[in-house]
Protein backbone atom coordinates (compact mmCIF):
# COMPACT_ATOMS: atom_id res chain seq x y z
CA UNK A 1 0.00 0.00 0.00
CA UNK A 2 2.84 2.42 0.99
CA UNK A 3 4.62 1.56 -2.60
CA UNK A 4 1.01 2.65 -4.41
CA UNK A 5 0.89 5.24 -1.88
CA UNK A 6 4.14 7.12 -3.72
CA UNK A 7 3.96 6.23 -6.84
CA UNK A 8 -0.19 7.87 -6.79
CA UNK A 9 2.02 10.74 -5.32
CA UNK A 10 5.24 10.93 -8.20
CA UNK A 11 2.43 10.73 -10.45
CA UNK A 12 0.08 13.61 -9.41
CA UNK A 13 3.26 15.50 -8.69
CA UNK A 14 4.11 14.94 -12.23
CA UNK A 15 1.06 16.06 -13.61
CA UNK A 16 0.62 18.84 -11.49
CA UNK A 17 4.23 20.05 -12.90
CA UNK A 18 3.13 19.00 -16.41
CA UNK A 19 0.25 21.52 -16.51
CA UNK A 20 2.43 24.09 -14.63
CA UNK A 21 4.74 24.16 -17.73
CA UNK A 22 2.17 23.70 -20.45
CA UNK A 23 0.63 27.21 -18.57
CA UNK A 24 3.86 28.47 -19.21
CA UNK A 25 4.79 27.66 -22.60
CA UNK A 26 0.77 29.03 -23.33
CA UNK A 27 1.50 32.28 -21.88
CA UNK A 28 4.99 32.90 -23.65
CA UNK A 29 3.18 33.41 -26.86
CA UNK A 30 2.17 36.20 -28.76
CA UNK A 31 6.06 37.27 -27.78
CA UNK A 32 6.18 40.85 -26.89
CA UNK A 33 8.86 43.11 -29.11
CA UNK A 34 11.88 42.15 -28.36
CA UNK A 35 14.74 45.07 -27.09
CA UNK A 36 17.18 44.70 -29.15
CA UNK A 37 20.35 42.69 -28.38
CA UNK A 38 23.87 41.82 -29.82
CA UNK A 39 22.91 38.89 -32.01
CA UNK A 40 20.09 36.70 -32.42
CA UNK A 41 20.07 32.63 -32.31
CA UNK A 42 17.43 30.10 -34.32
CA UNK A 43 17.52 26.95 -33.28
CA UNK A 44 16.05 24.81 -36.68
CA UNK A 45 13.73 22.20 -37.15
CA UNK A 46 11.10 21.07 -39.01
CA UNK A 47 8.82 24.39 -39.16
CA UNK A 48 11.02 26.93 -41.09
CA UNK A 49 8.66 28.94 -39.40
CA UNK A 50 11.41 29.87 -36.54
CA UNK A 51 13.93 31.22 -39.34
CA UNK A 52 11.80 33.53 -41.04
CA UNK A 53 10.82 35.12 -38.09
CA UNK A 54 14.39 35.56 -36.97
CA UNK A 55 15.15 36.97 -40.13
CA UNK A 56 12.14 39.71 -39.58
CA UNK A 57 13.99 40.01 -35.95
CA UNK A 58 17.17 40.84 -37.82
CA UNK A 59 15.71 43.39 -40.29
CA UNK A 60 14.38 44.90 -37.66
CA UNK A 61 17.75 45.53 -36.38
CA UNK A 62 17.17 43.64 -33.34
CA UNK A 63 20.55 42.36 -33.43
CA UNK A 64 24.07 42.64 -35.51
CA UNK A 65 23.87 39.24 -36.86
CA UNK A 66 22.05 35.96 -36.76
CA UNK A 67 22.99 32.24 -35.96
CA UNK A 68 20.91 29.33 -37.40
CA UNK A 69 22.02 26.67 -35.16
CA UNK A 70 21.87 23.06 -35.83
CA UNK A 71 21.80 23.19 -40.12
CA UNK A 72 22.03 19.84 -41.59
CA UNK A 73 25.83 19.71 -43.32
CA UNK A 74 24.04 18.77 -46.94
CA UNK A 75 22.36 22.04 -47.23
CA UNK A 76 24.14 24.88 -48.65
CA UNK A 77 24.01 28.34 -48.05
CA UNK A 78 22.19 29.09 -52.08
CA UNK A 79 19.29 26.38 -50.71
CA UNK A 80 18.97 28.28 -47.05
CA UNK A 81 18.58 31.59 -48.20
CA UNK A 82 15.14 31.43 -50.13
CA UNK A 83 13.74 29.08 -47.15
CA UNK A 84 14.96 32.20 -44.68
CA UNK A 85 13.35 34.87 -47.22
CA UNK A 86 16.07 37.22 -46.23
CA UNK A 87 17.54 39.23 -49.38
CA UNK A 88 20.51 38.06 -50.38
CA UNK A 89 22.53 41.26 -49.16
CA UNK A 90 21.41 40.07 -45.64
CA UNK A 91 21.73 36.41 -45.79
CA UNK A 92 25.72 37.02 -47.10
CA UNK A 93 26.50 39.79 -44.35
CA UNK A 94 25.41 39.09 -41.38
CA UNK A 95 23.50 35.38 -41.30
CA UNK A 96 25.96 32.26 -40.55
CA UNK A 97 25.19 28.69 -40.72
CA UNK A 98 25.90 26.19 -37.58
CA UNK A 99 26.71 22.95 -38.69
CA UNK A 100 27.38 20.51 -35.63
CA UNK A 101 24.23 20.79 -33.59
CA UNK A 102 22.20 17.67 -34.01
CA UNK A 103 20.14 18.02 -30.82
CA UNK A 104 19.44 20.72 -27.72
CA UNK A 105 22.90 20.78 -26.34
CA UNK A 106 24.58 20.77 -29.15
CA UNK A 107 22.24 23.60 -30.46
CA UNK A 108 23.77 25.54 -27.05
CA UNK A 109 27.11 24.70 -27.18
CA UNK A 110 27.55 25.76 -30.80
CA UNK A 111 25.49 29.43 -29.91
CA UNK A 112 28.20 29.36 -26.78
CA UNK A 113 31.05 28.45 -28.63
CA UNK A 114 29.46 31.26 -31.63
CA UNK A 115 28.71 33.77 -28.82
CA UNK A 116 32.26 33.90 -27.24
CA UNK A 117 34.11 34.00 -30.69
CA UNK A 118 31.89 36.97 -31.77
CA UNK A 119 32.08 38.51 -28.27
CA UNK A 120 28.55 38.87 -27.58
CA UNK A 121 27.16 39.23 -24.84
CA UNK A 122 23.42 39.37 -25.52
CA UNK A 123 21.37 37.18 -27.34
CA UNK A 124 17.47 36.59 -28.84
CA UNK A 125 16.63 32.77 -28.94
CA UNK A 126 14.12 31.72 -31.63
CA UNK A 127 12.97 28.55 -31.07
CA UNK A 128 9.32 27.06 -30.74
CA UNK A 129 7.07 27.68 -27.81
CA UNK A 130 6.90 24.44 -26.59
CA UNK A 131 10.55 23.95 -26.91
CA UNK A 132 12.17 27.53 -25.34
CA UNK A 133 11.83 26.38 -21.31
CA UNK A 134 14.60 23.68 -22.53
CA UNK A 135 16.53 25.61 -24.86
CA UNK A 136 16.90 28.70 -22.48
CA UNK A 137 18.04 26.37 -19.77
CA UNK A 138 20.72 24.25 -22.09
CA UNK A 139 22.21 27.48 -23.67
CA UNK A 140 22.25 29.34 -20.14
CA UNK A 141 24.20 26.56 -19.00
CA UNK A 142 26.47 26.46 -21.50
CA UNK A 143 27.03 30.43 -21.70
CA UNK A 144 26.38 31.51 -18.24
CA UNK A 145 27.22 34.88 -19.11
CA UNK A 146 25.35 36.16 -21.81
CA UNK A 147 21.85 37.80 -21.13
CA UNK A 148 18.85 35.87 -23.01
CA UNK A 149 15.77 36.95 -24.55
CA UNK A 150 13.38 34.48 -25.20
CA UNK A 151 11.43 34.66 -28.62
CA UNK A 152 8.93 32.03 -28.91
CA UNK A 153 7.07 30.79 -32.26
CA UNK A 154 3.98 29.83 -31.87
CA UNK A 155 3.27 26.15 -33.01
CA UNK A 156 0.08 25.67 -34.63
CA UNK A 157 0.01 21.63 -34.87
CA UNK A 158 0.56 21.68 -30.87
CA UNK A 159 -1.78 24.68 -30.18
CA UNK A 160 -0.67 25.06 -26.33
CA UNK A 161 -4.29 26.63 -25.62
CA UNK A 162 -5.62 23.42 -25.96
CA UNK A 163 -2.65 20.68 -26.24
CA UNK A 164 -4.75 18.16 -24.21
CA UNK A 165 -6.99 17.73 -27.11
CA UNK A 166 -5.69 15.64 -29.61
CA UNK A 167 -2.53 12.78 -28.54
CA UNK A 168 -0.37 14.53 -31.39
CA UNK A 169 -0.20 17.43 -28.57
CA UNK A 170 -0.31 15.85 -25.50
CA UNK A 171 2.25 13.32 -26.57
CA UNK A 172 4.42 16.46 -27.79
CA UNK A 173 3.97 18.15 -24.76
CA UNK A 174 4.39 14.93 -22.57
CA UNK A 175 7.47 14.25 -24.01
CA UNK A 176 9.13 18.00 -24.21
CA UNK A 177 8.33 18.59 -19.84
CA UNK A 178 10.04 15.40 -19.57
CA UNK A 179 13.34 15.92 -21.36
CA UNK A 180 13.12 19.62 -19.86
CA UNK A 181 12.95 17.91 -16.12
CA UNK A 182 15.75 15.67 -17.55
CA UNK A 183 17.66 18.91 -18.25
CA UNK A 184 16.75 19.98 -14.56
CA UNK A 185 17.88 16.86 -13.00
CA UNK A 186 20.98 16.97 -14.42
CA UNK A 187 21.88 20.82 -13.82
CA UNK A 188 21.00 20.42 -10.50
CA UNK A 189 23.78 17.14 -10.40
CA UNK A 190 26.09 19.39 -11.90
CA UNK A 191 25.70 21.78 -9.27
CA UNK A 192 26.21 19.42 -6.38
CA UNK A 193 29.93 19.05 -7.92
CA UNK A 194 33.26 19.99 -6.83
CA UNK A 195 33.37 23.79 -8.13
CA UNK A 196 36.65 24.99 -9.52
CA UNK A 197 39.16 27.36 -7.51
CA UNK A 198 39.13 30.62 -9.05
CA UNK A 199 41.42 31.92 -6.02
CA UNK A 200 44.64 33.03 -7.83
CA UNK A 201 47.66 31.02 -7.28
CA UNK A 202 50.09 32.68 -5.06
CA UNK A 203 53.74 33.61 -6.20
CA UNK A 204 56.70 31.90 -4.35
CA UNK A 205 58.92 34.47 -3.47
CA UNK A 206 62.89 33.60 -4.13
Not at 10 to 35: C, N
Not at 71 to 88: F, G, H, S, Y
Not at 163 to 171: K, P, V
Request: charged share 20%.
Amino acid sequence: MKTLAAILIVVMLWGVGLLAFAARVERSTPAPEPAAADAIVALTGNATERLTVAVSLLEKDKGRKLLISGVNPEVKARELQPVTKAAKGLFECCIQMGFKAADTRGNASETAAWARQQGYKSLIVVTADYHMPRAILEIRAAAPHVALTPYPVVTHEIDAHRWWETGAGARRMSIEYCKYLAVLGSEAFLSLGPKPDKTPAKTKTP
